[in-house]
């Protein structure tokens, strides 16, 4: 089994920041595994935002490009969403996940942004 944590959600202003991180725990070498960040908003499918390979590739929704930044330290078994410059449109509920033999996913935390 593998464990997905997410936290650092919050409410902020248009405009603002959040880092979001995700630990992860369980049966997987986390260093061999790409972890991936979703966004779901209220009514609406879940949505790609950001992932990262276990050789630091990363890639982005156009939506977020130049706004947020995903980062990995192996060491903490933690990934990071940086989120700058969030918009409302940003608001949803975010969710890490990674394919190890299955899909896995954290209960999600939530992010709203205010106009």
């Known amino acids: 089994q593998v464990q997905l944590v997410e936290s650092g959600g919050g409410l902020v202003q248009a405009g603002g920041s959040l880092q979001l991180s995700c630990t992860v725990s369980?049966?997987?070498?986390?260093?061999?595994?790409?972890i991936t960040w979703y966004r779901q908003a209220p009514g609406e499918q879940r949505d790609f935002v950001a992932r990262?390979?276990?050789?630091?590739?990363?890639n982005y929704t156009d939506s977020v490009k130049g706004r947020f930044t995903i980062s990995r330290d192996n060491a903490k078994n933690t990934v990071y969403l940086q989120m700058n410059n969030l918009m409302p449109e940003d608001t949803g509920v975010y969710y890490c996940?990674?394919?190890?033999?299955?899909?896995?996913w954290g209960q999600g935390t939530q992010v709203t942004v205010s106009s």
């Open positions: 369980g049966i997987i070498i986390l260093r061999s595994a790409a």
């Open positions: 990262i390979t276990y050789q630091f590739i990363t």
């Open positions: 996940g990674t394919y190890w033999y299955q899909q896995y």
